[in-house]
């Protein structure tokens, strides 16, 4: 019998990362004595990215199917997931994005340990039934239907799926509906069998717990469990570069119009990440900010709002804006652009970027005042690539000047490289749905 150990890997900024040396599970603790709670979360490194045409929602349908039970947590038994977790308090979830997927709950110390259980009995022991896969299936259909009744939701799809033409990027995270409706149970299971194993996990825990005891407690539960099959299949398509705006309109029933302005960034550990954060505050981040003050303090726009995506592969800087009724899109836009180009021709002044800065940084803060939260910052740097990147964000944001900002803008925020949506609301009288 092999034995089993970890090896610790790097500490930093609170947080401790260690590998199960027997089948290569990463493991990071961040101790934090708020609450008689904790967080543990499990990070898969598969999302939409790792899905190809035909199979695209593969990881978002597992995400569903994860939950439907193991040998010993089931619905037969009484001992389904969601059921044991409720009877102890716990408060869990799971999403599905761009580059992972993540399973995670919130528990009383004292029942830490029943959450380690569940998540290591069903890194390898989910069923992935025929029978649950027709089930959840329609549920899935039945968010595909919602999503498009939300004019925001139409919007997002039509700007990734133009904006990433070769990148899987290009695939909504919840997969396109002929596939979805076509989806066979071989498929989910192969590809489960492929993507979750201990060496493409992260296992995250923060609270009030203890070093030793929480590693004792992964290496009894998780330490068993044997690593993936290799090589493992990764996506190595990069995006060519756009030679030339794009645009598109959805016309659809609604009471609002939405403007969506998406143009390419680098990936989430690029430096330039930074400024493009600074520049996104600059621009809609509190009332004061340049965006908000053209737009939504004149009655132009309901809401505005600027963020740059951190993901694994290069991805996008988002403007987008809710437009009042009877408000001229191209009006909306143009006043958008030009603040753009103001922030890339001339230094924002010092009390502009302090204050950008100051919020970023509040943001970043508040991103570590709970387990829960502290998990979740985290994931998101494991899908990126690099852990370390939640520690580093706030001294790579207060590096940021005027000068960053100016130049990140007027490197990437230019008209080649933009890709512009339209949500234009009819009455149902009209081309309607």
């Known amino acids: 019998m092999k034995k089993i150990s970890f090896e610790l890997i790097e500490r930093k900024g609170g947080v401790s990362e260690y590998r199960l040396v027997h089948n290569g599970l990463s493991v990071l603790l961040a101790p934090t004595a708020v609450a008689p709670v904790a967080t543990l979360g499990v990070v ?70 029943t959450a380690a259980d569940i998540e290591a009995d069903r890194m390898r022991g989910a069923l992935v039934r025929d029978e649950d896969l027709d089930k959840e299936r329609s549920v899935v259909l039945n968010e595909l239907d919602r999503g498009e009744n939300e004019p925001f939701e139409v919007l997002l799809k039509g700007l990734f799926a133009h904006a990433f033409i070769e990148h899987p990027y290009h695939h909504p995270t919840i997969g396109w509906r002929g596939d979805v409706e076509a989806f066979q149970g071989e498929t989910l299971r192969q590809f489960y069998n492929t993507f979750y194993h201990p060496d493409n996990a992260t296992v995250i825990i923060a609270g009030d717990v203890e070093e030793q005891p ?8 998780f330490g068993p469990l044997d690593a993936g099959p290799t090589p493992r299949p990764r996506g190595t398509i990069r995006e060519g570069r756009q030679r030339g705006e794009r645009r598109f309109q959805v016309h659809r029933a609604g009471e609002l119009g ?24 600059i621009l809609t981040e509190g009332v004061v900010s340049r965006l908000s003050r053209r737009l939504v303090e004149t009655n132009l726009c309901l809401g505005v709002h600027a963020s740059a995506m951190e993901t694994h592969d290069p991805g996008l800087f988002q403007v987008f804006a809710t437009l009042a009724p009877g408000v001229d899109h191209g009006d909306v836009e143009q006043m958008i652009f030009e603040e753009i ?6 230094m924002a002044d010092p009390g502009e970027m302090a204050r950008a800065k100051v ?8 991103q570590r005042e709970s387990p829960a939260r502290l998990v979740s910052g985290l994931t998101e740097s494991v899908a990126m690539g690099d852990w370390r990147a939640f520690i580093d964000e706030m001294e790579s944001v207060a590096k940021v000047g005027p000068e960053d900002v100016m130049r990140v803008c007027r490197q990437y925020l230019e008209p080649r490289n933009l890709t512009v949506g339209w949500f234009v609301p009819e009455s149902d009288g009209e081309n309607g749905r």
Not at 214 to 221: A, G, I, N, T
Not at 258 to 281: K, T
Not at 341 to 346: D, E, F, I, R, V
Not at 359 to 366: E, N, W
Request: charged content about 25%; hydrophobic content about 40%; overall charge neutral.
């Open 214 to 221: 929480v590693l004792d407690l992964v290496e009894r539960f």
């Open 359 to 366: 919020q970023r940084r509040t943001d970043l803060a508040f």
């Open 258 to 281: 939405f403007i969506g302005c998406v143009w390419h960034i680098p990936e989430g550990l690029h430096r330039d990440l930074a400024p493009l954060g600074v520049a996104a505050q």
């Open 341 to 346: 180009q103001a922030l890339g021709t001339a």
């Open 44 to 113: 898969y490194r598969v999302g939409s990215r790792d899905e190809v045409a035909g199979h695209t929602g593969a990881t978002h349908m597992l995400e569903h199917l994860m939950f439907k039970g193991t040998e010993r947590f089931n619905r037969r038994k009484g001992t389904e997931i969601a059921r044991v977790l409720q009877r102890i308090g716990a408060s869990f979830n799971a999403t599905t994005w761009l580059d992972r997927t993540n399973y995670y709950a919130t528990v009383p110390l004292e029942h830490l340990e």
